[in-house]
């Protein structure tokens, strides 16, 4: 099960990077994270709300969407204005899901489960062959003007719970 697990995120202020890392940590599935080509400068929020708004795509730093060999994608996003960022779009869009089976995992600031960005994933998904068993969200502090990402502990337990509900984690 291991080596046939790959979690891939895109994180811009830090937080589902640490999820990401904490599920790493908890199950040492191999782990690649998505990166824009441009410097995006914390802080500007409004063009990032925008771009996400939009549905923009962003170009990505080279990687190997092609995700061969692996059976089980956790893919990591965050909530941007209600929607996707656009490195997310760009590698739902360009990424192979052909017989792939995902687990998602979302961090946002609000306190309710983002249904429309699982919904919207899932579909994009789905079209390309693939199929969501299981998504998780974690509620974040976030402040704009300090831009500082959540601590481990603070999504340990959720982490860990999730991972063993969906049988990642041997007892
Ligand atoms: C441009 C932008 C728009 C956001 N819009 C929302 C939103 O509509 N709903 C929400 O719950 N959180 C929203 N957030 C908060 C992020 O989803 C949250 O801070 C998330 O953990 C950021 O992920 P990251 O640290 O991995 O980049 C927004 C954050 C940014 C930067």
């Not at 199950?27 to 923009?56: C, H, N, P, S, Y």
């Not at 990505?60 to 929607?83: R, S, T």
């Amino acid at each position: 099960m291991k080596n046939r697990s790959l979690i891939v995120y895109y994180s811009w202020v830090g937080n589902t990077e640490v999820v990401a890392k904490e599920i790493h940590r908890l199950t040492k599935f191999d782990i690649q994270k998505i990166e824009e080509k441009k410097t995006r400068k914390l802080g500007k929020v409004a063009g990032a709300a925008m771009g996400a708004v939009f549905g923009l795509k962003s170009s990505l730093k080279p990687m190997d969407f092609a995700m061969e060999g692996y059976e089980n994608i956790f893919l990591g996003v965050q909530v941007w204005a209600g929607k996707t960022a656009p490195a997310v779009n760009k590698f739902l869009k360009e990424a192979s899901f052909e017989d792939k089976k995902v687990w998602l995992f979302i961090t946002k600031a609000d306190e309710k489960i983002p249904q429309q960005v699982i919904d919207s994933i899932t579909q994009r998904i789905e079209k390309k062959g693939g199929s969501v068993f299981d998504s998780m969200a974690i509620t974040t502090k976030w402040d704009p003007k300090t831009n500082i990402p959540i601590e481990p502990e603070d999504v340990q337990e959720a982490t860990h719970e999730w991972l063993q509900k969906e049988g990642f984690l041997e007892e």
